[in-house]
């Protein structure tokens, strides 16, 4: 049975939601599901802008052919060629044999290595600045490389101001219901989310994301439509500045984030303690993270989002923790910088997991370390409560 949603007079959201997949690319932890957006103009002429997951293939086609009734599919824009977006293509062609796919050339031989359809009777390609009249419409065609593959691109439609902007703008958590953002509590609810699947998905390509920032900022937009999470239409501005101030690695927030890799509990108190005092001299919403409870996923959107960082570590064969090791290598591949960090070390006899923690934060670029290294053997003693003071004031007059 279908179930689409109207956007503009002619333009329908035919997309659908999965709620039992456990890990987006087999990685990160959506508890609240993820949606497949796929969008459906219908024009003089009938066109289709990517299609979605093979989850939802059934309830994809039924949308598709309840608008279309006895219509042809005339053309399908791809922007992204990831399979969360392009797994039913082979599908909607055998479906609809005339339709006309519109990409760039990247994409085009990307559809070859997937797929063994003859595309090169049916291919349009597009570069950057193309422009095309589709059923009455006129678009525009933007590449954005690295948004978060080498293929994609966005499309904007001059006509009715709506930009379909691919993976970026996109967020974990699946559609119940209210498509637009202005209809559900996206700061408080879903902002985490959009933060998470920033930072983890492009966060990496922080200039690319940039530089497409750059290129729309000239754009009229009155529809935001990503190919996953809710729809934009009010407020745009200020979800785009969110994504100025991830891209750019400048903090969200002057806040402080202490993640902990403990074995016993000593080294979670030290972590607990540093919060306390925190908490006592003024500072708010400081947030503690276990890293071997939560998902490494989660201390890469926190580390996007604060401006001062705590990584307290036991030292385990010789190294760091290995949870923590796994956070701290995460947050080097997606290129964080621009943060302000302290390091707590723990060690019953070699106490080693400071200085390779050190390391690792001092290979990105832009990072100040707080203070002197705090080490402890085994268990925190009292005559070292004025070091965890002393470093609490350092990171408040750094802020």
């Not at 934009?232 to 902990?260: G, H």
Request: net charge negative; aromatic share 10%.
């Amino acid at each position: 049975m279908y179930c689409t949603k109207k956007i503009t007079e002619n333009m329908h959201w035919v997309g659908g939601s999965d709620r039992r997949l456990a890990l987006f690319e087999n990685a990160f932890p959506i508890p609240r599901g993820i949606s497949y957006n796929s969008y459906l103009m219908l024009g003089s002429e009938t066109v289709l802008f990517d299609t979605v997951d093979k989850s939802i293939n059934q309830l994809f086609f039924e949308n598709l052919a309840y608008l279309l009734e006895e219509r042809s599919l005339d053309y399908l824009i791809i922007n992204h060629m990831e399979p969360d977006h392009c797994a039913t293509l082979q599908e909607l062609v055998m479906k609809y044999p005339n339709v006309k796919i519109i990409s760039n050339s990247k994409t085009m031989t990307m559809i070859k290595q997937f797929f063994d359809f003859d595309i090169d009777s049916r291919k349009i390609i597009v570069e950057e600045g193309s422009s095309m009249n589709l059923g009455g419409h006129d678009f525009t065609f933007v590449m954005a490389p690295m948004v978060h593959w080498p293929e994609a691109m966005v499309t904007y439609d001059i006509t009715d101001k709506v930009l379909y902007s691919a993976d970026a703008f996109g967020t974990f958590g699946a559609i119940n219901g209210n498509l637009f953002a202005d209809e559900v509590n996206f700061e408080t609810e879903w902002l985490p989310d959009a933060r998470r699947y920033y930072t983890n998905i492009v966060g990496k390509y922080g200039a690319q994301v940039q530089s497409l920032l750059k290129k729309a900022a000239s754009l009229e937009i009155k529809y935001l439509c990503p190919l996953h999470g809710p729809v934009f239409r009010e407020n745009i501005s200020w979800y785009v500045d969110k994504y100025d101030k991830w891209s750019s690695y400048t903090p969200e927030e002057t806040a402080v984030m202490i993640a902990y890799g403990s074995i016993y509990g000593n080294t979670e108190n030290a972590a607990n303690i540093l919060a306390s005092l925190l908490a006592d001299k003024g500072i708010k919403n400081i947030a503690v993270y276990d890293v071997s409870s939560t998902h490494p996923s989660v201390i890469v959107s926190e580390a996007f989002r604060c401006s001062h960082l705590v990584f307290a570590s036991s030292t385990y064969k010789s190294g760091i923790f290995t949870n923590m090791e796994t956070a701290l290598l995460d947050i080097k591949a997606h290129s964080l910088r621009n943060r302000k960090v302290a390091i707590i070390e723990n060690g019953t006899w070699a106490a080693t997991s400071g200085k390779q923690m050190t390391e690792i934060i001092s290979s990105l670029k832009d990072m100040t370390i707080i203070g002197e290294k705090i080490s402890i053997k085994s268990s925190l003693k009292e005559e070292q409560l004025p070091q965890l003071e002393t470093l609490a004031d350092e990171i408040i007059a750094s802020m």
